[in-house]
């Protein structure tokens, strides 16, 4: 029986929006403060010029820019928006590989890497398939599937030797990030995909394009004249959408997060706990490949290939992304807009004022901090409204306490 | 060799360290999985204090008049600022996951994405790019130990010993392994040490022995703070020429392979740290290692990528984690938070 408690509170769901919610503002405080400090204490920064950093860090994406006097000015503005659904697309994509893993009691902070296989495979095969030959929208099929497959094979070996040599995932995706990134480089070192015509431009890879492959754009640049947006975005939404029936209506859904509850027991009742972790990390793997290859194939973005010594951002951003959205895949939709939106207003601070996007980075570490202990909050809080109820209603008739029971057991596996 | 066993120092010291670290926060029952942010975090703090005590010239004069113990002084106490400012950064985490009880590996990553974030951005508004770097001077002209200072000419001969161990060295590695050790006793030989490690095996029974479980977990973490700080900034110093950017290179993730390949001991991770050290500095150097001084720089000669070398130390860390996973045992109660009430 689903409990609708006249109190808001009570319900699970609005208990976890609530909670990711409190997260986000204190976040952006944060940023708001570090911008206050700086204003204050530099010589070189004014108060005025705080405020109006300030300002940009809550309302970045309905900015238009400086008018002709110097003053910020606000409105609605679509290439911005356009831009942050455009952003938005592999971070949604990589926040349901974290979230996906989470759910089989996995941290999945390999996405960086499997983020980066995923880019070359793609990559590869969208700038080595002739298109005079193969119709370029088969070959956008193929380069999109083989990012899939190269992401997922990556996520696959750290889950094999978490499954069966008992290594800390952790630890294994952190290594195979880096022999990814080495991996990456040396694949491009030298390769016929560096761009070679745009000389300006040194260690970059040719946009895909070049080969005239690139994501339909599906009329939404009409929509949102002058930005990035494309189609990228609705395959997101469905992917999220699928991953949403495979965790929740499907018996390989209910095995894996079986194996995130108690590896144990789901030994004990018969499931398969190797593969389902093996699985688990490789379709983990196939959603940040999957992030990579939405990305470059837009078609007008470029990849910097010599990358041994840095990590891409956009797989480390999955790991807010899913937690925020407390690893529900249509949350991931949401948390990844929002994240997105972080992204234009570090543009915007660059641009209009003398701060960096970095004070973003901050934010979002901020918040991942605190939804570290976000869970425990949202423990107390459901512990603290059961004794209430308790208290209440000794005189509740027996049935009902133990479909209460159920519920609040349901509501626990789902925390 | 000298040129090897130097290079490899340099890489292998600060791993050590930053191991070590790992071992006082998971003895303690923390996973400390920041090490990395807090290394970021402690070169940066070090990096700004020599910068800003230069700007001040505080130490102009000592340095004018060739006077290296002062200049060696100014070095120790860049160490300390780093050292404090990293156990400060580290109670963010003890504060997570002592009092709050939170998801210790994702507190971690938190103070993992923090760091470079904001070293970036102060960064950025400080100096107007993405590296600070020292005022004036470079790192070796300012604290390293040469020759010159103990009264040898340039061309004088010191012996394989003197050329290779007191020429130029930084000071900042000799103090991190006279540390290394005297933590590595206390940790092991005194009464301290044996009830901070109880606090990871069993804190139930710690407690009920009357051993406070969370100051404990508290002094575990902030020491693993301290040194992985200073780590971080030692790290600056002698492999960076002094200049923080936001990044340490994955410095602190291999410090914690380090620590488990070590199976949490001082003495394995010592040797599991030389060795890594020998695997970064191969990939750092690889074309300039004569390794018998004929002259022939063996490893740029066989003609394996340059890829290959920097993927190594990773590569063999996973390798090595894949023999050494089933005989490895950690802290049985790492990660878990105490909870008085639990049985």
């Given amino acids: 029986m689903k409990r609708r408690g006249t109190n808001l509170l009570e319900r699970e769901g609005a208990r976890s929006v609530l909670a990711s919610v409190i997260s986000i503002v204190i976040g952006m405080l944060v940023g708001s403060l570090l911008i206050l400090a700086m204003g204050l204490f530099n010589s070189g920064l004014s108060l ?285 939709i949401f948390t990844g807009c929002f994240m997105s939106m972080l992204d234009i207003v570090g543009l915007q601070l660059t641009n209009l004022t003398a701060y960096n996007e970095y004070i973003t980075d901050v934010i979002i570490s901020v918040i991942v901090y605190l939804s570290a202990f976000s869970l425990v909050i949202k423990m107390l809080l459901t512990k603290r409204s059961k004794r209430n109820r308790t208290a209440a209603g000794t005189t509740e008739s027996a049935p009902e306490k133990a479909a209460d029971a159920v519920h609040t057991e349901k509501g626990g596996e789902s925390a | 060799m000298t040129f090897l066993i130097q290079q490899t120092l340099i890489y292998a010291i600060p791993l050590m360290i930053v191991a070590l670290a790992g071992v006082y926060a998971e003895r303690s029952g923390i996973i400390n999985l920041a090490l990395e942010g807090i290394m970021i975090f402690g070169a940066f703090v070090g990096v700004l204090f020599v910068n800003l005590t230069q700007q001040a010239g505080t130490f102009d004069a000592a340095k004018a008049a060739g006077d290296w113990v002062a200049l060696q002084g100014f070095e120790l106490l860049a160490m300390l600022a780093a050292a404090v400012m990293g156990a400060i950064f580290s109670l963010l985490l003890s504060f997570a996951s002592v009092n709050l009880k939170a998801d210790q590996t994702i507190g971690g990553t938190a103070l993992n994405l923090m760091a470079p974030a904001l070293v970036l951005f102060l960064i950025r508004i400080i100096a107007n790019q993405n590296t600070l770097q020292m005022y004036s001077g470079d790192a070796a002209s300012w604290f390293m130990i040469k020759k010159s200072l103990f009264g040898y000419g340039r061309n004088d001969e010191m012996g394989f010993l003197g050329s290779t161990f007191i020429d130029k060295v930084y000071l900042a590695t000799y103090i991190c392994i006279l540390l290394f050790v005297i933590l590595s006793i206390i940790l092991y030989k005194t009464r301290f040490g044996l009830r901070l490690r109880s606090c990871g095996e069993n804190p139930q029974a710690a407690d009920s022995l009357g051993i406070n479980v969370y100051k404990m977990r508290y002094i575990g973490t902030t020491i693993s703070g301290a040194l992985a700080g200073m780590g971080g900034f030692v790290y600056a110093l002698t492999t960076a020429n002094c200049a923080s950017t936001g990044d340490v290179a994955g410095f602190g993730f291999l410090a914690l392979a380090v620590m488990i390949f070590g199976n949490w001991k001082p003495l394995n991770i010592a040797g599991a740290s030389l060795l890594f050290g020998l695997f970064k500095c191969i990939a750092a150097a690889y074309s300039s290692i004569d390794i018998n001084g004929d002259g022939v720089f063996l490893l740029a000669e066989i003609g394996i990528s340059p890829h290959f070398y920097r993927m190594l130390p990773y590569l063999i860390t996973l390798i090595v984690l894949a023999f050494t996973s089933k005989k490895s045992r950690a802290p049985k109660a790492e990660g878990i938070p105490y909870d008085k009430g639990q049985r």
């Fill in chain 1, 48 to 332: 005025a010029s705080a405020w109006d950093g300030i300002r940009l860090v809550f309302g970045g994406l309905f900015s238009t820019g400086r008018s002709a006097s110097g003053t910020l000015t606000w409105g609605f503005n679509p290439t911005s928006i356009g831009n942050m659904l455009f952003r938005a697309t592999p971070l949604i994509m990589t926040g349901l590989s974290v979230a996906v893993a989470f759910k089989t009691g996995l941290f999945n902070i390999g996405a960086p890497g499997q983020y980066l296989m995923g880019t070359a495979a793609s990559l590869m095969i969208a700038l080595g398939i002739p298109t005079e030959t193969v119709p370029a929208g088969l070959v956008w099929l193929l380069a999109f599937l083989g990012g899939a497959l190269a992401g997922a094979l990556w996520g696959a070996i750290p889950g094999m030797l978490k499954a069966f040599l008992n290594i800390n995932e952790v630890l294994a995706c952190i290594m195979t990030n880096w022999i990814a990134a080495n991996l990456v480089t040396w694949a491009f070192d030298g390769s016929q995909y560096r761009n070679l015509v745009e000389n300006t431009k040194s260690a970059y890879i040719y946009k895909t394009s070049y080969n005239g492959v690139a994501t339909s754009k599906l009329g939404l640049d009409l929509i949102f004249p002058n930005s990035q947006v494309n189609g990228g975005i609705i395959i997101a939404i469905v992917l999220a959408v699928l991953v949403y029936i495979l965790m929740t209506k499907t018996t390989l859904g209910y095995e894996l997060k079986a194996c995130g509850s108690n590896r144990h027991a789901a030994r004990y009742a018969g499931i398969n706990d190797k593969r389902n972790i093996v699985l688990s990390m490789a379709i983990a793997g196939a959603l940040s490949g999957i992030a990579a290859s939405l990305y470059y194939l837009s078609g007008n973005t470029e990849f910097f290939w010599s990358t041994y010594q840095s990590l891409p951002a956009t797989g480390f951003n999955g790991i807010p992304v899913a937690l925020l959205a407390v690893n529900h895949p249509i949350g991931v």
